[in-house]
Each structure stands twice: as C-alpha cells, then as structure tokens.
C-alpha cells in the first residue's frame, strides 16, 4: 500500500482555522441575507396605490438648480411606470420641467395632486401660484387637488397668517379642492389653518418623529397619529399626504432603515388604509441619489423605485433580502479571509520560526472579522460616498480597512511592534527602515484621521451622519491585536497618538450617550472608537503580560494537542516569548 501523506502538524492548525474562519463567514452572510416573503405584496397586480410622491431628478440633477429642466420625454418615461402601480402623484413644485406634469399625466390615465413650492420669496411665491392656477384651469379633470405650500411653517419660512390669506387666494382662484401640507405636530400647533384648507394634509414619518420608531411599531403609530388628527379636526378630511420608511442609511435610536422595514412598512400602511378606507400618499416614487449630498444617505433612499435603474424594488411575489448582491459581498470576504492566512503562513515561512499559538489564534479573528465585515464595509462605501471630500475620506477607510488585516496578521507573526509617528515620519536616525512597518504605520495613520473626522461629525453635526462601523472595526480590529501581541520596546505613551486617543475616546462617550443605547449602530461604532484609542493609548506593561497570557491559555485549550506536540510545549518559542514578558513589558 502507498503511505499516506500526511499534514506537517505545523499546518493543521492554521488550516483548521482557514477552514473555520471560511465557514463563519459563509454562515453570517447566509443568515443576514436571508429573504423574507411578506405576506402580502403592497404593489400588485389589480391593486393600485392610491397616490405616491414624484420627483423626477436623477443622478445629476437637483432642484436647487434653477437652471436645470427635466425633458418631457424623462418624466414621461417614469409617469408611464407609475401609472402601473398607483391612480395618482403628488408633485412639490411647477419649476425644472414639472409644469408638464399635467399634461404628460393625462396621457397615461394619472390624477395629479399639484404642489406649489412657497418660501420666502414673495415674487417667486406669486410667480408659482399664476402658473399654477393656469395649469388647474387647464386640466381639471387630471389636478385632482392643489397643495399650496409644504413645510413651510416647519421650516419657520413662513407664519400662519400670511399661508392662510395665501391660501385664500389661491382657492378664489381655481376650482379643485385646496389644503396645505406639514409635520402632524405643526397642524396640531396650528389649528385656525384648518379654517383655510378643504382637506388636512399630514406627514407622519416614524422614522423621522422626535422619538423615533421602530420599524416592527411604525404602522400602528401612523395609523395611532392619523386618528388623534382626525379627532382635532372633526369636519375635515385626513390625508397621510407622507408617510414611508428609508430602505437605508443610519439609525436612529432603534429605528432601523432596510430593504426588508421598508417594504414590510409600507404593506401594512396600505393594507391598514384600504381597510379602514382613508388616503394614503406614499413617500416616495423614486429613490432621489442627489439628495444625499445634502441629507446624506438617509435622504436618498425612500422610493419604491431604484433611483438608478428604475426598476420596481419590491415586485409582487418575490422575496424581499437586505443583500441583493449578498453573494458577491460573501466571494469578497472568503478572499480576504484566504489572503490574511496566506500572508501570515508566507511571514511565518520566511521568519523560520514556529509562530505562537496566540499569533494564529489573533489571525484567525482578524480573518474572520475582516472577511464578515468587507461586504458591508463596501456596501456602505458604494452608497454612503457623496461629494469629493466624503469620497476621499470613505476610499481612505474601505483601503485601509481591507489592508489591516494583511499587515497587521504578518505584524503578528514577524513580532513586529505597530509603529508610531516617530517611527516613520520622525528623524532619520530613529526612523524604521522596514517597508512593511513604513505601509502598517501609514495605515494605522490614515484610519486614525479618518476615525476623528467621522467622530467630529458625529459630535458636532449628527443628525444624517452615517456610521462607519464596519470599516472601522476592520481596521481598527487587528491593529489592536499588534498592540496587544507585540509590545513596543518604548514604554513612553506618544504624544500625538495619545491626543487622537483622547478625541476619540471623549467623542464615543459623547455619541452614545446623544444617539442612545437603543442605537446598536451607534454602540457598535463607539466600541470600534474605544478600541482604536486603546491601541493608540498602547496596553500597559502588565496589561499586556496578563492579556498575552490569557489569550495564550484560551488558545492552547481549543488548539490541537498536536501543535504542543510539534512545538508549543515548555520551552517552545511560543511560550518562551510568553514567559519572557517580564513586568516592565520588554522582551
């Protein structure tokens, strides 16, 4: 018989955890992109919506742009889509081309809820309400009704008394029913505008109320608020003229933005108003990408259609997952998982030296964390990049989050310290040669910018600001591991690395306590916060020492005794380095 090859002992261990860390990643992936079929579809055949909010701007184009016009044939385009799913639209404002709303509306069979946009300007404001008149009077069998201004009293723009006398004008003007459109807190602090409109227009967006939320809450709350309206203005009709959930972006408290709350949330509002028999407009047609540069990712992501490609998110019948793409995000992170090990068993081959069992144990984790977190980390990076500057900042991070792992596993392998500042920007004759120390001390660098902007941003201008956990944690994950595996023979604390600790770990203490302890999101990017200021605080002396030594017992416990037989015994390299951690820290 031909003898068996067998496996150097060396290996096995490693390849376990190769083999453990592939199957974590493919569990999570598995579990997290797990689709759900609702119950019932809100969007199907033979059961239109009964109005839905339209905006027409695509990647490029903006309202604030005056300059800018929407071509008839684009807007056509996009009315013969939603002519399919829904009997109305509901549009903001007549600039930019959306005075041929009207007429383009008729040709597919659209009634039109036509908004006229008031500010501050008055001559603006008189110059939108003429043409606005004009197109009730010329299509009024499609303008079903008028909205006269949005918000306006919420973004303190106008007072209620000057919106009612314009109001008043306006419906002596035209001949369709009248109302104004605000926050349902503004009506209720408002009430004498009741006295102008035909109908009461309300917006009711839980993910956005003062205490937000939860997606599993939403619709009761919607339907809890429409009748505490309902009771304060008993002779007038209620339209929910907004009401929708973000199918992404950051939370807030514990309202959480997804593919799979969107949809549920907007089956069970319109189940519920079909019901009960009352309207509801949804918020909105489109996903509108220019709206992220001034209300971040949350603002863009509210259609029932893709912004990009148009296409219905949620078609009747088809299960509904976070991950569309969730499969290539899991390729993506099996191949970082096999690069951290590659690179740590070619450092290993090359340093000619068994490596410690807790060095294999701190791969694995960077590997496995690494792998699990690369496709959201580039998810985010995809869809949370907007201007030049926020690109940069995110290109920054999702780079270095991806190499992390590889430098700091063949750190760890190499017993090479995290080098500081002055280690690789310092004077010349301090300064370390090692190109791959160079390349580690850059990127502990970049991510330690990148992590106080973000934290700034977080302090001082919160509220669309997205969190970048999992390229943080990435990142900031195995740089902690060099730390805590390989102490630096310096014992002295760097002063500018000890200054970025401190802004970061007094700006984490900040953000969890302004965003809540309901925000999971929020939690998981202050521990990444913490533990990047960790690693730029360096472990004590008998910090470390107690650290190296607990994880070398948790990995000698779950290791195969094969590996103590191959050489992690007494007096193997492994322990003696253990053992020779004396309690100044130093080798």
Known sequence: MRAQTKIPAAIRAPLALLVL??????????????????????????????????????????????????????????????????????????????????????????????????????????????????????YPGVISAMMVGSEVLLRGEMKAPALCEIIRSVKAQVGVPLSYADVWEFWLRHPDISKCVDFVTIHILPYWEDDPVRAEDAAAHTIEI?????????????????TGWPGRGRMRAGALPSRINQARYITQIVERARKENFRVNLFEAYDEPW??????????????????????????????????????????????????????????????MLPRPESWAAVGISATVGGVLLGFAAEKWLYESFGLFSWVMQSLLLAAAVAAPLLSAMAVMSERALPTV?????????????????ILGGTLAVVTLVAAVTALNLVFDPRWRDFPYPALTMAALPLCMVTLFNRSKSGANP??????????????????????????????LCAAYGLL???????????????????????????????????????????????????????
Not at 573 to 581: D, I, M
């Open 422 to 438: 002055r280690d690789v920007a310092g004077r010349s004759e301090s300064r370390v040669r090692s190109l791959e120390t160079v």
């Open 495 to 524: 002063k500018a690395e000890a200054s970025f600790a401190t802004l970061l770990a007094a700006a984490a203490l900040f953000i969890l306590f302004n965003e809540g302890f309901a925000n999971w999101q929020s939690l998981w």
């Open 291 to 352: 709206k992220r540069q001034w209300e971040g990712t949350i603002g863009s992501s509210w259609g029932l259609y893709d912004g990009e490609s148009r296409a219905l998110k949620y078609p009747a019948g088809v299960a509904v997952t976070d991950y569309p793409f969730w499969k290539l995000q899991l390729c993506g992170g099996l191949l970082l998982s096999v690069c951290v090990f590659a690179a740590s068993f070619w450092t290993s081959r090359r340093q000619r």
């Open 226 to 242: 429409r009748k505490r309206v309902a009771l304060a203005f008993p002779d007038k009709e209620i339209l929910i003229g907004e």
């Open 21 to 138: 860390s592939l199957a974590v990643i493919t569990g999570v992936w598995w579990w997290m992109a797990a689709p759900v079929t609702l119950p019932q579809a809100a969007i199907g055949p033979g059961a239109k919506l009964d109005c839905v909010s339209y905006a027409p701007f695509r990647s490029g184009q903006t309202p604030w742009k005056s300059t800018i016009v929407i071509s008839e044939a684009q807007i056509a385009e996009d009315l013969v889509e939603l002519a399919k799913v829904s009997r109305c639209i509901r549009t903001y404002s007549i600039e930019n081309g959306l005075d041929k709303v009207p007429e383009l509306a008729s040709k597919v069979g659209l009634k039109v809820i036509l908004g006229v946009w008031l500010g501050r300007d008055q001559l603006k404001n008189a110059a939108l309400i003429n043409t606005a008149t004009v197109l009730a009077g010329k």
């Open 533 to 587: 200021s960790v690693t730029l605080w360096r472990l004590q002396p008998g910090t470390v020492r107690w650290a190296v030594r607990t994880v070398f017992g948790a990995a000698s416990a779950v290791l195969p005794s094969r590996l103590q037989a191959a050489g992690s015994g007494p007096g193997s390299p492994g322990l003696q380095a253990v053992e020779a951690v004396g309690d100044d820290g130093k080798s």
